[in-house]
DNA sequence: CGCAGACTTGACAGTACTCAACCAAAGTGG
DNA sequence: CCACTTTGGTTGAGTACTGTCAAGTCTGCG
């Protein structure tokens, strides 16, 4: 890699080259080349299972990425669909110059490239936010797995379906909510998915930037950061740096816009003074559905 | 249906009222009840067909949809999908109060309802913009049909993924464009769309309303109105009321920020002045891909 | 004809963006 | 080990895009 006008290059493209990530190949073989059935893949996406693929000799291999490692780019075309075994990642989609928006975060149990389907060629970027670890299956053994196990692929378009809903909740919340109920909602919505998986859902750690989150939720990273402020200061939340702890899970699920609101006012002749507007504006839920799979 | 203090309610939930839609049940019988074939069903979807499927005795009832009926609505079980065989639908998803969010605005070809799938239960409502026919394929036929003809549900994964890419591609556009590059490619998409359905791609006429229009983009009713003369003012487009004329889908489609912007400048002493700023900002495309199945 | 709904346009306000400075933590290299 | 750099984060000041409120036009329909 060449460093063209390092300067100007670095200074002008800061806020686009944050996104992107280390282009070097993932390792398909670690030290560790461990492998899971059908059955692991299938328990992991929260999928039935049926007996008979007990006896299913295929093995899928793991894929070991490193933060910032990418595992595949928009384009490409098909070769797997992924689960992610564990560590978080994230799915981007360039708007050709410099803007990015951040589709999803995927963690333990999440499908990756299921959007590559439809033209057999990925749509967004998958790069890892952490070290992780995900489990492949080749597109053709995909189809070749339908033939042998025919409910397979309805519980897969189930999944899909998930994802389908999620997406409609998150435009639905950008299409609809201020910035303060968007960066809300989102700590919430984190906090039940570490929840789902085991983890503390009252403190927890942000896996991403202030930058990431704001392209996920069509904020700038400033509002980002001044929207966790102010929660903090409604006390809300706890925030220091990535660390969050959720201390009013309720006003953050209900809350419609301006919690506290900074506000200057002209006294007179006395000058300038800050004044916080207590105002709830609360209202009910729209809580994120947890699957539950018969 | 009664009018409860009519005059209160009909002014404060004016906006709220504006997109909601007729309650009564649709007909499930039209006195022409025409019915489909599993054949034209896979064609309508441009799904792939096997031979076997023209032995194939099932039969899938149209439903005939007047203007601003509802063909299913958010949270009611899962009976049937449906694929449009003709007119103009939206599906829409109400955030609690009031506000409500467009993800599309479906027509002839699109599936409804596999947001169903997971869950077991509709996600989203969907009303018709104009007198509609869709074919019902009820639940349990798809489930059977499977089983018949394996390789079905993997086409029908190709179509969600299809609108899972879609439903990406607007996120990525609500999140990081303008206000009038929003509109603009909104236009720009729903030329393409009457286009591939054989209809003028330079002419046409908006199903919906300024409303609806916004609430799919994440803007105001006045914006999606201001933006459509702006566009109108840069001679890419003619408007009047709902007919639209493509005068340059170049400049629609690269648009990003500000064609032509009316700034109010004052001039000393001498008053207030309508200055136009013409900046073109273009930049690449961002084109809906339009599926190329094989 | 009059009303209701859709649309347009103007004036104004406010939320969120831009630009910028600053701080903290972590890595780098002499 | 300590300057030095880099990256991520916070916060302030000013701007402007888009929302809100409001008035008014046009069209279609009962």
Redesign the pocket.
Known sequence: MQQST?QFD?KTT?AV??LLADVSQPKRVGFAPAQSSLVDVCTMLGVSTSPAMLNEPQMFTHIHLKEGQRLFSMGQPLESIYIVHSGFLKMVQNDDYGSESILSFPMKGDLLGADALYLRAYQSDCVALTSSVVVAVPYKSLKQLNISYPGLDSELMQVMSKYLVEQQHLLTMVNT??????VARFVVSLSQRFEEMGYSSKAFS?R?????I?AHL????????????LL?DCGYID????NITIKDGEALRTLK??PV????VKTGETGVTTVATASHWASGVMTVTTPALA
């Open positions: 390092a670095a800061g080259t944050k909510l201020s910035a303060e109920a968007r942000l991403m930037t202030r930058l990431e704001g069509g904020l700038t990273l400033e509002t980002v950061s001044r929207t966790l402020s903090k925030v220091d740096q990535r816009r301006t609101r900074k506000k200057t």
